[in-house]
Every structure is written in structure tokens, then in C-alpha cells.
């Protein structure tokens, strides 16, 4: 992710002092992620060895045209995309939860008034 963060600033940003805050912001919280709990999608469950239809061979073969003309910009957003989706998964998974306890019903014990 850094290199090619580099990569798109020399083909697209000559700038100076902002380069060098954003690559250091980035690889601290690129740190902080590595040794986090949040969980990313692991590809573990794409079934590549069974048939396909044809139409998937032309999902497959447009992106890889596009990867072609532009490498850098095309790489660095399909990596910035699967960084931020631990995060907002995580995010949406701990709304789910709270919006589902919310949702219980609340024991008997809990509704006595002591008084």
C-alpha cells in the first residue's frame, strides 16, 4: 500500500511537505491495523476450481483491461478499498449488535420497582 501510495503521488502529485505527512499517517494506522483484531475478508471461500459461465470470463477479462491502461491508479484503489473494508465492516457489525440488544426483551427480574 505505501509503494504504491508513492507510485500515485509520482505519477499524479508533485507535492512536497503533504506527501510525506500522508505516507507517515499511513503507515502508522497501516501498523495499528496489522495488529488489530479487525477482520477482512480472507478470499478463502472463492471457489475458482468449479465452472463458471461464460459471462464470467468477461467480468474477469474488464477489469484486468483497465488494470492494464492504468496499473498504479487502478492497484491503489482496489488496496485502499480492501484496507477500509476491515474497519467499516467492523463498524457495521458493532451497530448490528447494539441495534439487536436493544432489541431484547428485558427479564422480569430487571422491571421490579424497589421502593
Sequence with gaps: MIALTILL???LIETDWVKDIVILA???I???LMVSNVRYF???ELDLAKRKPFSYIIFLI???IVI???PTIVLFACILTYVFSGPVNMVRAWRK???LRKMEPVPEEDLVIRG
Aim: hydrophobic share 50%; glycine share 0%; net charge positive.
Design 62 to 64: 474488464l477489469p484486468m
Design 30 to 32: 497501516l501498523a495499528f
Design 68 to 70: 492494464i491502461m492504468e
Design 42 to 44: 480472507s478470499f478463502k
Design 9 to 11: 503521488y509520482l505519477r
Design 26 to 28: 499511513m503507515i502508522y
Design 97 to 99: 449488535r447494539r441495534t
